[in-house]
């Protein structure tokens, strides 16, 4: 099945220490990206990506960082420098001019 | 600057009954694009429907239909004869035609449907 998929779906982290979300996705999309939703909010772009070795920050990017070493996968790491990462992360990837979403991340500071 | 307000935070309907949610936007560009998505509590969110802004035409894709009006600015989306599944947090959506990296999203409308 084509699709984009994340993992893990739950996460839990200890303050301080730094944390890998994956994404990946076989819809063969060259752009792709990462929201964080915070409860009853709508989405904030963290990063994205147009093409594999090129990605451009969003309105929130400080205390993350992304690579994009092949097309199919744009992982985030959720660094200790983020000083407030509970919340429900989201990966997308785009075609034309219609983004399609992946099923989240739910990470959790303990 | 562009804006989507979803003003209903929450709304609350018995099965079977119809509903709309209402979608504002602001822009100041004449070519934009419009979409919704719906998000169950899984939480993917999932893709509805798109509309660019030379497309006024009303849409039905089945117990849903989506309402353009450029005159006020609105995308509203009904949902006819409501079910149970269709519990769920609906986002509207802007991108710009010259920049389809950013999406504006409102807020979202959490619609609870009673059996």
């Known amino acids: 099945d084509g699709g984009i998929t994340q993992s893990p779906k739950y996460l839990f982290r200890k303050e301080g220490q730094n944390v890998t979300l994956s994404c990946e996705q076989n819809l063969n999309h060259d752009a792709m990206y990462w929201y964080r939703q915070d409860p009853g909010q709508g989405l904030r772009l963290i990063y994205y990506s147009q093409i594999v070795n090129d990605f451009q920050k969003g309105d929130i990017a400080e205390g993350y960082s992304v690579s994009r070493e092949k097309k199919e996968s744009f992982p985030l790491t959720v660094t200790s420098a983020q000083k407030n990462p509970t919340a429900f992360y989201l990966c997308?990837?785009?075609?034309?001019?219609?983004?399609?979403f992946g099923p989240g991340t739910r990470l959790t500071v303990l | 600057a562009q804006k989507v307000t979803q003003a209903q935070t929450e709304i609350s309907v018995v099965e079977k009954e119809d509903v709309t949610l209402d979608c504002v936007y602001e822009?100041?560009?004449?070519?934009?694009?419009l979409f919704w998505y719906k998000q169950p509590p899984s939480g993917e969110l999932v893709f509805l429907i798109r509309?660019?802004?030379?497309?006024?035409q009303n849409e039905i894709s089945g117990r849903y239909s989506w309402n353009f009006q450029k005159s006020t600015s609105s995308f509203n989306f009904t949902i006819t004869a409501s079910q149970v599944v269709d519990s769920a947090v609906y986002f509207c959506?802007?991108?710009?035609?010259?920049?389809?990296?950013?999406?504006?999203f409102g807020s979202g409308t959490k619609l609870n449907v009673k059996p």
């Open positions: 997308a990837s785009r075609v034309s001019d219609t983004q399609y």
């Open positions: 822009t100041r560009d004449t070519t934009y694009y």
């Open positions: 959506a802007l991108s710009e035609a010259w920049n389809f990296n950013k999406f504006y």
């Open positions: 509309r660019n802004s030379f497309d006024e």
